[in-house]
């Protein structure tokens, strides 16, 4: 594969083409041909200092890459003598990629480095350079953008050597044998060439609204290290032995990635306006943390023996259970704040021309009845992996069932976040849940109160199901009541225990002849005409298969599945059944999420 500017197209490359690091703070995204395209700073939610994913000419990059009018120069055939690797240093979120030219081999390690102890107080972004064999000219350049049109960057030539503002925030390239800077007005760039041995450092440091820090190249080389040590020991600790290894690890990972660590909260994916269709009419801002996506994250990672991050993100989601309760947000920015339900659209063009750019949801507004069979699965996992709630939580979780025996027989949004507020199957599943686990935690002595009304609702939604959710013409649950069209989210309620028989390997076997694509499954009916089919449907429809005693359907499922991930094991919220591209923001928490679930369902965990 090329690396070079070829790959881009009106200056913007396939979604496939992107790797991401992460530090616990913020995300980078970074395209095959060397450039970091998408890095908030300090913040995931931060307004992008580096944008060029959704605004080709002013959002901003760092470009490291082999200089191709070089190589062209020395008589190198760009096209087809210059090959990129990729792959992650294991059990990390630090990437390597290794380029083979005509005259030499070099290799990249990015690290977005965290310290001693965790994230560091400040952004640092380092790119080490290492001569492999003969040589290799490299080019560089830093480019803030304008934070998707809202301020202009600037160098302010200090004593310490110049200094690159965008609004508030502050950036310094430091370098170790990467020749001399050329610095512009709103740019910093240089040229290099590697040999056998060498070892060169382009890093990039940043703090917003606060002095800046400018770490010398050793210390930066030191972080690389204790990071890469910091993400392998978190790997270590995960508990699978099963097959799939890989990919469950590359999945937590990504996890960890996006989780939020001042706050514990954990995002639904990197990036903003990523659309998922052609013409632009479903792009969404998804920096921010959904319980939905909490939850399932914990129970990933419960059933992976993990322990300091699910406390963490556990008490953080409980916190926010009872300052909400007894009707919860959907979703919270990643500081824990409950953002307004507006979406601004800003002045960017979108990835590749498609908008719209936009910032905040809103769905954040909206009752999503799911949420609560979300919080009280989660609070049951965590029990049975042998931990005590506090009185407090087990107060608000007791008048939390008490308010879904009088909230489940209201119309909702749903899991989709649909404007139309309908009785959604799927949403009385969630409630069904919620008063089963509310009904365990109760008898194993976790709940105060009587759990007499939370039985009786709890057949009661059970018969509305059985009238309403249930099509015995279509041999499926149906999406909603009144309707005979499908939803793949149903498949979660195998999952979560509700139907494991007949009923619902009808349902799969029904959602698969309309909705299925190959491995993959689109949402809901309809949906075919208006975007592409959901990754986390696929995974989903994977563990249903196991879970109804369907094993070897199951297993080549999942195995289509893994194909579809890029070269580093990354996946989108959507791809094309078409032609696989990738569609909509990523890394995708929920994909990978489901991942998860199917390949621990499939071991037996």
């Not at 492999?132 to 301020?151: C, E, I, S, Y």
């Not at 919270?332 to 498609?354: C, F, H, K, M, S």
């Amino acid at each position: 594969m090329s690396a070079g500017h070829a790959d881009r197209r009106d200056g913007s490359v396939d979604l496939r083409s992107y790797a991401a690091i992460g530090n616990g703070r913020t995300v980078a995204l970074i395209a095959h041909d060397g450039s970091v395209d998408w890095f908030p700073v300090p913040d995931l939610d931060s307004a992008p200092v580096f944008a060029r994913l959704l605004d080709a000419d002013h959002g901003g990059c760092i470009e490291l890459q082999p200089d191709e009018e070089a190589l062209a120069a020395a008589g190198v055939d760009v096209a087809t003598d210059l090959r990129v690797h990729r792959e992650y240093v294991p059990g990390t979120n630090v990437l390597r990629t290794t380029y083979t030219t005509g005259m030499g081999t070099a290799q990249v390690t990015d690290s977005l480095n965290m310290g001693s102890t965790g994230a560091l107080p400040w952004t640092e972004l380092a790119r080490c350079v290492d001569g492999v064999a003969g040589q290799v000219p490299m080019v560089w350049r830093v480019v803030p953008g304008t934070m998707l049109n809202a301020a202009s960057p600037w160098v302010q030539n200090t004593h310490q050597g110049p200094v690159l503002r965008v609004g508030e925030v502050s950036l310094a390239v430091r370098g170790e044998d990467i020749g001399a800077h050329d610095v512009g007005p709103q740019a910093i760039a240089g040229r290099f060439t590697t040999g056998e041995g060498t070892e060169h450092l382009l890093a990039v440091v940043g703090t917003a609204a606060e002095p800046l820090r400018l770490p010398e190249p050793h210390a930066i080389r030191r972080n690389v290290g204790l990071s890469v040590d910091l993400w392998r020991r978190w790997t270590d600790l995960l508990e699978y032995d099963g097959p799939y290894g890989d990919e469950v690890h590359r999945s937590a990972l990504v996890l960890k990635m996006l989780s939020h660590s001042p706050s514990g909260s954990i995002a639904a994916a990197a990036t903003t306006s990523l659309p998922e269709n052609r013409e632009g009419t479903k792009n969404y801002d998804y920096r921010f943390a959904w319980i939905r996506d909490a939850t399932y994250t914990l129970h990933a990672l419960l059933r992976l023996d993990e322990q300091e991050d699910v406390h963490a993100a556990v008490s953080w989601l409980l916190r926010l259970a009872r300052a909400q309760s007894p009707e919860l947000h959907v979703l919270n920015r990643l500081n824990g704040q409950v953002p307004e339900a507006v979406t601004t659209e800003l002045d960017a063009p979108g990835w590749r021309g498609i908008g719209p750019v936009v910032a905040g949801n809103d769905a954040a507004g909206q009752l999503q009845l799911g949420v609560y069979g979300d919080i009280f699965d989660m609070a049951t996992l965590y029990v049975e992996g042998g931990n005590v709630l506090d009185a407090e939580t087990a107060r608000m979780l007791s008048g939390l069932a008490d308010a879904v025996c009088d909230l489940w027989i209201r119309p909702d949004a749903g899991m989709w976040e649909l404007p139309e507020h309908r009785h959604y199957t799927s949403s009385k599943m969630g409630c069904w849940v919620a008063l089963d686990r509310a009904i365990a935690l109760a008898d194993g002595g976790h709940l105060p109160g009587t759990d007499d009304r939370w039985r009786d609702e709890r057949e009661r939604i059970r018969a509305w199901i059985d009238e309403h959710g249930w099509s015995q013409e279509r041999g499926a649950y149906v999406w909603y009541r009144g309707t005979e069209q499908l939803d793949a989210s149903v498949l979660l309620h195998t999952i979560s225990g509700f139907d494991t028989g007949p009923r619902m390997s009808s349902t799969i076997d029904a959602l698969r002849a309309e909705l299925g694509r190959g491995p993959l499954l689109f949402r809901y009916s309809g949906m075919p005409e208006e975007e592409g089919t959901f990754t986390a449907c696929g995974f989903w429809c994977a563990a249903s298969l196991a879970l109804v005693g369907r094993r070897e359907e199951a297993v080549e499922q999942m195995g289509q599945l893994l194909a579809l991930a890029n070269d580093v094991g990354l996946y989108t919220e959507m791809i094309d059944p078409e032609d696989s591209s990738f569609w909509g923001n990523m890394p995708q928490a929920l994909s990978h999420l489901a991942l998860l679930v199917a390949a621990l369902t499939l071991n037996g965990q």
